[in-house]
C-alpha cells in the first residue's frame, strides 16, 4: 500500500536554530497537510496546501513556519527560529482529489528544542 | 470554530463492545472521520461518516446523527491490540483539513 514517508525521524536542535522537515506524500495525492501533536496532548492542524500554495492554515501556523514543494515528490514545512514549545511531534499527510478523501499520514518526525 | 468532545479514557476486556462516543460544535459540518492512534505511531483512517446513520466494517462501526452533532465508535469482539487512542476528527465545510477531538484511550485486558 502506498505511504506517506517522513525524514528524519527524530530531530534535535538548539534554541533558535531552524528546522526543516521533509515529507514525500503519495504519488497521486494532491493535498498536503502538517499536523503537530505535542506530547500527551491533541493532533493540531497546522496547515494544508494545495496546487502550490495554501489552501487553509490554523491559528499555529504564524510567520515562524512555511511550507513548500521545492520539486515534484517533496513536501517541507521549516521553522525559522525555534522555541522549546516547538518540541513535538510533527505529522504529515496528503488525500486525494474529493472533499471525502480520507488523510493518510506519515509516522512523523519528533521535533526536540533544547 | 469547532469543539469536539470525547472522553478521555475508557477500559475493557477482551472479546467485549466498547462505545466510544464523539460530539461537536462546529460552525458547519463536511464529514466526520475516526482515526486510531497507538503510542508513538501516526494515526490511521478507520471509519468516515457524512451521511446520518451507521456504517460497518468488519469490527468496527460508527454512527453519526447531524441533528444531535454526536457520532459514535462501536468496537466488537475487543482484541488487546485494540488498545490505542481513538481520535474523532470533524472536516468543516470548505476545506479539506480535518480538525481532531483530544481523542479516547483505551485499554483492553484479558
Known amino acids: 500500500e502506498p505511504e506517506v514517508t517522513q525524514t528524519p525521524s527524530h530531530q534535535v536542535t538548539q534554541m533558535g536554530q531552524e528546522v526543516i522537515l521533509r515529507c514525500v506524500p503519495i504519488?497521486?495525492?494532491?493535498?498536503f497537510y502538517w499536523y503537530r501533536q505535542i506530547l500527551g496532548q491533541k493532533v493540531e492542524f497546522l496547515v494544508s496546501f494545495y496546487n502550490n500554495e495554501i489552501s487553509e492554515k490554523s491559528e499555529i501556523f504564524d510567520d515562524q513556519f512555511s511550507v513548500e514543494r521545492p520539486d515534484g515528490s517533496n513536501f517541507t514545512l521549516k521553522i525559522r527560529s525555534t522555541k522549546l514549545e516547538d518540541s513535538a511531534m510533527y505529522f504529515c499527510?496528503?488525500?486525494?482529489?474529493?472533499?471525502?478523501?480520507?488523510?493518510?499520514f506519515g509516522s512523523g518526525t519528533q521535533l526536540s528544542v533544547l | 470554530g469547532q469543539n469536539i468532545d470525547q472522553p478521555t479514557e475508557m477500559t475493557a476486556t477482551e472479546g467485549a463492545i466498547v462505545q466510544i462516543n464523539c460530539t461537536y460544535q462546529t460552525s458547519g459540518f463536511n464529514g466526520l472521520f475516526w482515526y486510531q492512534q497507538h503510542a508513538g505511531e501516526a494515526p490511521t483512517f478507520l471509519s468516515y461518516n457524512v451521511l446520518d446513520g451507521l456504517e460497518e466494517k468488519g469490527r468496527f462501526s460508527s454512527f453519526l446523527s447531524r441533528s444531535k452533532g454526536y457520532s459514535y465508535l462501536l468496537l466488537k469482539e475487543l482484541q488487546m491490540k485494540d488498545s490505542a487512542s481513538y481520535l474523532c476528527a470533524v472536516r468543516p465545510p470548505g476545506g479539506t483539513a480535518l480538525i481532531f477531538g483530544k481523542g479516547t484511550t483505551l485499554s483492553v485486558s484479558s
Open positions: 504519488s497521486n495525492h494532491l493535498y
Open positions: 499527510a496528503s488525500s486525494g482529489a474529493g472533499g471525502e478523501e480520507k488523510l493518510f
